[in-house]
């Protein structure tokens, strides 16, 4: 039977910024997007929004849209602890129930339909990472979802969602009770979804799913939960999941071998590729059908499109916000002087033609403050970190520079790095050039001059308002320094 093509985009899809969930990377779903033929590319990555700059860039590429979105991960019992000793005695003190729950992040789709929707989601992701980060994964409470929800769409997700475990552990009646306490909380901003997989459990709660919109009138849509563009990369997808939880093939081996599998998350689902309409209608034909009406289906996928037209046209401000100080070119200039004299570099032409030709670009495409930005940061490490060490000279605060940037002579006269770069024969074209918008310097610092300029909200004195740390992959410094 040959089905109708009535329209479909995905709305949940995860990239290799899903932290060893995600096998697929954005270059390949965007390439593939319209070879689908769909016209967006929305990125849900689990807690994080990590690949909205690259997806934008991708987008473009391939003249399709972006839509920005984020899977969640959300515990109710989640608070703002001083420390870690401080959340150990919170979780001593709940019920035993509630000390288990405790350790869970349960999944939810959201996803931004309006600049504010954007916003929220990145105050909702910046929250988890700074204030919810338990067992690495960083969760949001009920209290900031409702804070940060304009301009969200949010969606009952997948069988980890609240209303998922819900089902799983206490049946249809606790489901129900979880989903009204979101569409209490949402109110018509709150979808529901399903998903067509093999995982055993899922043909049941699509069956609950589908009963909660045919008593409350919920829209649905269909999504497939991508988690790698083509389908020759489940096995894959399922090495990365391996790593993740730490088994090795002989444990996969012995498993099957003793046909136990049904815990092995790793074996739960071959069927998570970026599939398009056709291969959407051959798994509802094959498995589906008999759980998901057919009108249901149509308005699942129909629903898809609806929402990816509302949230498309978001446009984000991505002017650069870097603080500009006043005479920062005459600044770096006389900076720059200073620190050839301290280092002793010899006034040879090589030297001074080099110092000269990387002034003209710096200055010439605005970095001057940028520069001056990333010395303060590293002369004020240096300062603080022989006291909080209780020895040293301050040159345990920082490394002598990394990537590009050590090829910028004048990075050596700042004291940003300490590698002289006509010595070692460093191009600083590898930094800066005229035919590239611009680089930033990855700088790193030991812990605790970082941490200490934090707490002194130095940044924030710098003029950036809302420093973004957004995991222990990408360290922290990066962040400020970008
Ligand atoms: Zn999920
Ligand atoms: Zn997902």
């Known amino acids: 039977m040959k089905h109708e093509i009535c329209g479909m985009e995905h709305l949940h899809l995860h990239t290799d910024f899903s932290l060893l969930d995600g096998f697929g990377t954005v270059e390949e779903y965007a390439k593939r997007i319209p070879e689908i033929n769909q016209q967006y590319l929305c990125v849900t990555d689990h807690g994080m929004m990590a690949a909205v700059p690259t997806q934008i860039r991708e987008c473009e590429k391939h003249k399709i849209e972006p839509i920005f979105g984020c899977e969640l991960y959300v515990n ?77 769409i949010f969606t009952s997700c997948c069988y980890s969602s609240e209303v998922g475990r819900a089902f799983d552990k206490l049946g249809s009646d606790a489901a129900e009770e979880k989903l009204l306490q ?74 099957q071998l003793a046909g136990d599998t049904k815990d092995l998350f790793e074996l739960q689902d071959a069927n998570l590729w970026l599939k398009s309409e056709d291969e959407l209608n051959d798994m509802w034909e094959n498995k589906y059908s008999k759980i998901i009406d057919y009108e249901i289906f149509k308005a699942a996928k129909r629903k898809t499109v609806e929402i990816a037209k509302l949230a498309s046209g978001v446009k984000l401000d991505r002017s650069i916000k870097l603080p500009m100080f006043p005479d920062a070119d005459e600044d770096l200039k006389e900076k720059v002087m200073q620190g050839f004299k301290w280092r002793g570099l010899p006034t040879r ?16 495409k605005e970095f001057s403050s940028y520069f001056l930005i990333q010395k303060m940061m590293i002369d004020e490490a240096r300062r603080i970190c022989p006291e909080l060490l209780g020895w040293g000279d301050g040159s345990e605060a920082v490394g002598p520079g990394r990537g590009s940037a050590v090829g910028s002579l004048i990075c050596y ?17 590898r930094f800066l050039s005229e035919a590239r918008g611009g680089k930033s310097m990855k700088l790193r610092f030991s812990a605790k001059p970082v941490q200490a300029m934090i707490d002194q909200d130095y940044i924030e004195e710098m003029g950036y308002e809302n420093p973004n740390l957004p995991s222990d992959s990408l360290p922290a410094t990066k962040a400020y320094t970008e």
């Open 76 to 152: 109710p019992l989640q608070r703002v602890f001083e420390s870690d000793a401080e959340r150990t005695v919170y979780r001593k003190d709940l019920s035993e129930a509630d000390q288990k729950a405790f350790g869970l992040g349960s999944h939810l789709l959201a996803i931004a339909v309006s600049e504010k929707g954007y916003q929220n989601l990145v105050n909702l992701t910046s929250w988890g990472w700074l204030n919810g980060k338990y067992r690495g994964k960083p969760r949001v409470n009920h209290e900031q979802l409702l804070k940060h929800k304009e301009g969200i």
């Open 182 to 255: 979101y569409v209490d909380m949402f109110g018509e901003n709150y979808l529901l979804e399903i998903m067509m997989l093999d995982f055993d459990k899922q043909p049941a709660y699509n069956t609950f799913i589908i009963s909660m919109h045919e008593k409350y009138h919920i829209p649905i849509i269909l999504t497939q939960d991508c988690h790698y563009c083509h389908q020759e990369h489940s096995h894959n997808q399922r090495l990365m999941l391996m790593i993740q939880t730490g088994r090795t093939l002989q444990d996969i081996k012995d498993a």
């Open 413 to 429: 006269c700042l004291g940003i790095t300490d590698v002289d770069p006509i010595r070692e024969d460093l191009i600083f074209e």
């Open 349 to 364: 032409s090589n030297y001074l033609d080099r110092i000269k030709r990387e002034y003209m670009l710096i200055t010439s």
